[in-house]
């Protein structure tokens, strides 16, 4: 079905600490996936995103890695802050252009 | 006011009543979507218009009605809602569907009586 997995559902690291979100997805033909960061009360933003055509993706402290064959791409965040404290949501564009989010994860950065 | 807009910001209803929620865009999209978002489905997508077309309709109930006059604005009209309706309403608008960033509105918090 039209599906896409992420784990782990909470993360807890130590300040300065890396932390990884790992998704997988169902459609073989996806070749978009963001990530977004939703602060709690406020509304969910792209940090990230990917296309199919390269494998990883940089953004000073935030970096996403895509797995075609395997299906899965991650997101890095490296040093964290306790301003990454969120939840993180993936996406991919799953058959006719349907961008389907994971079910999010929750990132507690302990200072 | 730029970017994806939302009103009402909250909004508290009896299972009985008719309202709607109204989202506007002033980014130049050609797609925009209703997001019910909740503690058991995070961000559970509802409806996509696409050039003022509906393209998706997630096995929505019918007590929630969408309406898209153009491309810039969209409503869910609401009535006869259930208590497990309660959550946040999220409206959001990208430039083509399935491809490009999604930029959400601030959401509406429902609650149903």
């Known amino acids: 079905g039209e599906n896409v997995e992420q784990h782990p559902s909470t993360l807890s690291v130590q300040e300065g600490d890396s932390a990884v979100i790992k998704c997988t997805y169902s459609d073989s033909a996806s070749n978009y996936f963001p990530w977004y960061k939703q602060e709690l009360g406020k509304r969910p933003q792209l940090i990230i995103d990917?296309?199919?055509?390269?494998g990883e993706k940089k953004d000073q402290r935030i970096a996403v890695t895509l797995n075609k064959t395997a299906k899965h791409f991650s997101l890095h965040i490296t040093e964290t802050q306790p301003e990454d404290s969120a939840v993180y949501f993936c996406a991919a564009n799953l058959y006719g252009n349907k961008l389907v989010f994971g079910a999010g994860t929750i990132l507690r950065v302990k200072s | 006011e730029t970017g994806v807009t939302q009103t009402p910001r909250h909004l508290v209803m009896g299972m009985t009543n008719k309202k709607s929620l109204k989202c506007e865009q002033h980014l130049g999209h050609n797609a925009m979507y209703w997001y019910k978002q909740s503690a058991k489905k995070p961000l559970e997508l509802m409806f996509v218009?696409?050039?003022?077309?509906?393209?998706e309709n997630n096995s929505v109930p019918s007590r929630f009605s969408p309406e898209c006059p153009n491309s810039s604005h969209l409503f869910l009209h609401l009535h006869t809602l259930q208590p497990e309706d309660s959550a946040l309403y999220l409206c959001?608008?990208?430039?083509?569907?399935?491809?490009?960033?999604?930029?959400f509105g601030p959401g509406t918090r429902l609650t149903v009586l």
């Open positions: 218009y696409n050039f003022k077309e509906q393209t």
């Open positions: 959001a608008s990208s430039q083509e569907t399935g491809r490009n960033e999604q930029f």
């Open positions: 990917i296309r199919s055509n390269v």
